[in-house]
């Protein structure tokens, strides 16, 4: 359902409620004056043991400020969530704010100072061609979440459509600095294309460990002996 069925949908049972509201109000605004020109009470008595009336008035007046109150607020956080989105920050929460899981999960190993590289299939159940693009949050340090990294991540393609009954291999090679510290980064990869669609890729750095060459002996030639004459 768009918003714009939602809002119409809501306006229109708010000018029922308004239109019901008000039949009610003058049908019961009748029936009192009717009542009150056929009895002998006079007004003042009526006002003056009608307590509770005035009371009940109060409280129902109250409620309905804080409703009021409460519905501005959801709309402030509505509004404040709809921005985020369009912003694209790799939020993994949907509209409703829950936290959302990744439709799939990589992980690799390597080590600091080399490169790591794995793929993935991307498919669609949808009846049309949809034109995807791969964005990607920064790495964050497990044993410290303060702590996020760049790892110089290349996928091929990054960008491309995604046909009906196909389906796309996304090749991810990363590239560990010497300096990386040991342990698992997490980053998060939205898809675009598909709504609240992200995959999740985790690294496990080992040590840095430096390769050092062989030093090769030198060729020692054989000796010619001369034959004795």
Same mark, same amino acid.
């Given at each position: ?18 239109? %019901? ?6 049908? %019961? ?12 009470? *006079?007004g003042?008595? !009526? ?18 400020? +804080?409703?009021h109150? $409460?519905?501005? !607020?959801?709309?402030?956080?509505? +509004? =404040? ?11 993994? =929460?949907?509209?409703?704010?829950? %936290?959302?899981?990744?439709a799939?999960?990589?992980?690799v $190993? ?19 061609? +949809? ?7 920064? @790495? ?9 990294? =760049? ?20 090749? +991810? ?11 698992? @980064?997490?980053?998060?990869v ?7 669609? @992200?995959? $999740?890729l985790? !690294?496990?750095? =080992?040590? @840095? *460990? ?14 010619? *002996?001369?034959?004795?004459?």
């Amino acid at each position: 359902m768009s918003e714009q069925t939602s809002i119409t949908q809501d306006l229109e049972s708010l000018f029922k409620k308004t239109t %019901e509201a008000n039949k009610i109000f003058f049908s %019961e605004s009748t029936k009192f004056i009717k009542n009150i020109s056929a009895s002998n009470v *006079r007004g003042e008595d !009526i006002f003056a043991n009608q307590t509770k009336l005035f009371k009940d008035a109060l409280n129902l007046f109250v409620k309905l400020n +804080i409703q009021h109150t $409460s519905n501005l !607020i959801d709309l402030g956080v509505a +509004i =404040t969530k709809k921005m985020n989105s369009q912003t694209g920050n790799g939020d993994t =929460t949907d509209e409703t704010g829950d %936290e959302t899981k990744p439709a799939f999960v990589l992980n690799v $190993s390597a080590a600091a100072g080399t490169s790591a590289a794995t793929q993935f299939l991307l498919d669609s159940n949808k009846n049309e061609p +949809i034109q995807c693009n791969l964005k990607q949050t920064g @790495y964050t340090f497990q044993d410290d979440p303060s702590i996020a990294v =760049t790892f110089e991540t290349i996928f091929s393609p990054q960008s491309f459509q995604l046909n009906v009954g196909e389906a796309q291999k996304v090749e +991810i090679k990363i590239t560990i600095p010497a300096d990386a510290k040991e342990g698992i @980064y997490l980053s998060n990869v939205q898809v675009e294309g598909f709504e609240h669609t @992200y995959f $999740s890729l985790f !690294i496990n750095v =080992t040590p @840095y *460990r430096e390769t050092k060459a062989k030093s090769q002996k030198p060729d020692v030639s054989s000796k010619t *002996r001369k034959k004795k004459k």
